[in-house]
């Protein structure tokens, strides 16, 4: 989009150089806090898990850091993965679910608009102690189904982390869905209408309409959850198993530990979980655009 | 596109069923909150209270969660201070491409979604302790750059849909072009510029870890009640009184906002 018309290619070559530089000014401020901020704090990270900024004593360049957890950080990963991966799925189901139901504009949709958007701004910490009030042996659930308590499952703190991944669908999917309400909806009424004149069924228009035009949105906004999941401390803290723990609650068990010598361990955790994050939006990142090119 | 003739359009069981099972999604993990916050007393396996009341409530105000939701909401309006100011400039001059090359300042901005609070409060956390920077300053600083995609990409979009050309109309009327911006382009891009700003406000207003890291269990806002109360209390009527103050706040602003929209644009259309 231009603003500049009728006028000859040097004025506006001038005009062009005088935006881009007032463009310049207008992120810089924006662009220098996230660097300044992300970086000394990733800087930081990086030198403490090879020991060069000890608490206490003299650096000195080791991957002690890295390597006295290591059995710890391989299950601290798979547990990470594994929790990450599985929310990112129930999400995005769910969260494509409840975009359908709004989007087909059918019964139901004012209510499901309005509980989505109520749960988005329900922080994660929150949404974690109502699944522990819901899931654990003496929870909601388990007193209205009249199940006792000691054949209840083990949802919360249990061996498989069951209260955690539900937690994170569901604050996830109601961000998942309103990504795509907001992205597809403007088109979809439109190419629904023309899908339904030309004859399509509904559910065609689901698949070769609805799915298509979501595609881009439902790809970004998954890759978010997947790496906020992988980054998220609370919800795991409070509803996970002692061992092993996801990575976000290893490095702060570490961080926080007597033992000043657990830093380094701390912070190479930190940096596991950073590199994962990073190594996922690089694999992840090609895939959402070229979805968002074919549109 | 493949062709389907028309059908029997009869209405299908699985036109109530999924929004019914999704209304459910959404609000069961709730329930509890609501159901402990007015119980007095829910023993055993009860299916209901034995006794209803306002004792969490009370407990609530004993724990400090008045002062406790102020300290909550300075810091919100802290981190919204910095990160919508912020996010309005990038968010112009990336909606309406006044860069030769956006692609990196855009990536950089996104990159905050992809990092770990945590991982950025540790080692800031590191950092500071050596410079003596106060940790109220840090804990803005960090959330203020969680907050900045958010405040960027939604005034991005907001200046999409906006014509540069209005602004430019009131320069060509006299308008200084601070002053063309203040009372042309920021008012014709009001609802975008609220819902940053309230984006940021809930980074800061919602946020555990960094202050709970870099705060080091000194800066007591809400969440860092909440957190202590469900980890280790076993009160879960206090747990739920807890939530539902940091929960209630925000929804209650966005419904006035949400009502305030739309009867505009009913003004609009009348």
């Known amino acids: ?295 | 596109m493949r062709r389907h003739g028309p059908g029997p359009d009869a209405p299908r069981p699985r036109r109530t069923v999924v929004p019914a099972l999704l209304v459910f999604w959404l609000v069961i993990p709730l329930t509890p909150l609501l159901m402990w916050a007015t119980a007095t007393r829910w023993s055993g396996v009860a299916r209901l209270p034995q006794d209803f009341g306002l004792h969490g409530w009370q407990e609530a105000l004993d724990a400090g969660v008045i002062a406790a939701l102020v300290r909550s909401g300075l810091l919100g309006v802290a981190v919204a201070l910095i990160a919508t100011p912020l996010g309005v400039m990038a968010g112009r001059a990336l909606g309406w491409r006044l860069l030769h090359r956006s692609a990196l300042p855009s990536l950089v901005l996104l990159g905050p979604v992809v990092l770990a609070p945590f991982a950025v409060a540790m080692g800031l956390d590191v950092v500071i302790l050596r410079l003596g920077v106060p940790g109220e300053i840090a804990v803005v600083l960090v959330l203020s750059v969680f907050a900045l995609p958010y405040t960027t990409f939604t005034m991005r979009a907001t200046y999409l849909g906006l014509d540069p050309a209005l602004e430019e109309q009131a320069r060509v009327l006299g308008a200084t072009p601070g002053r063309a911006r203040r009372r042309v382009t920021l008012p014709a891009a009001s609802t975008g510029l609220v819902t940053a700003t309230g984006l940021a406000f809930l980074v800061g207003w919602s946020d555990y870890v960094v202050t709970l890291l870099i705060g080091g269990g000194q800066i007591v806002t809400a969440p860092m009640l909440i957190g202590a109360s469900a980890a280790g209390s076993g009160n879960d009527a206090l747990t739920s009184t807890l939530a539902i103050s940091v929960s209630l706040p925000p929804m209650l602003a966005l419904g006035a906002f949400t009502y305030a929209v739309a009867r505009r644009r009913r003004a609009a259309h009348s």
């Open chain 1, 1 to 295: 989009m231009t603003h500049v018309q009728s006028t000859s290619p040097e004025t506006r070559d001038g005009r062009r150089a005088t935006e881009a530089l007032g463009g310049a000014r207008l992120v810089a401020p924006a662009v220098l806090l996230v660097l300044v901020v992300t970086g000394t704090a990733l800087g930081a990270v990086v030198a403490t898990s090879l020991g060069l900024l000890p608490l206490v004593g003299q650096p000195r360049l080791s991957v002690d850091g890295f390597t006295v957890v290591a059995g710890d950080l391989r299950a601290a990963t798979q547990e990470s993965l594994l929790i990450a991966a599985t929310a990112t799925l129930f999400a995005a189901v769910i969260g494509l679910a409840i975009a359908t139901v709004v989007l087909r504009a059918g019964r139901g949709r004012r209510i499901v608009i309005v509980l989505t958007v109520v749960v988005l701004t329900v922080p994660h910490l929150v949404g974690a102690a109502a699944t522990g009030l819901l899931l654990s042996d003496v929870g909601l659930l388990q007193r209205w189904t009249g199940i006792p308590a000691t054949s209840w499952p083990e949802l919360v703190g249990g061996r498989w982390p069951w209260a955690t991944v539900l937690e994170l669908a569901w604050k996830e999917s109601s961000f998942v869905a309103l990504v795509v309400i907001a992205s597809a909806g403007r088109h979809y009424a439109d190419l629904r209408e023309v899908a339904a004149v030309l004859g399509a069924a509904p559910r065609a228009q689901w698949r070769r309409v609805l799915l298509p035009l979501s595609a881009p949105a439902l790809a970004s906004a998954s890759l978010i959850v997947f790496v906020y999941s992988l980054g998220t401390y609370e919800v795991a803290r409070l509803l996970g198993r002692a061992y092993p723990d996801p990575l976000p609650v290893m490095a702060y068990r570490l961080f926080t530990d007597i033992d000043v010598a657990a830093r380094p361990q701390a912070a190479a955790t930190a940096v596991v979980a950073t590199g994962l994050a990073l190594l996922s939006a690089v694999i992840c990142l090609p895939l959402a655009r070229r979805l968002g090119a074919d549109r």
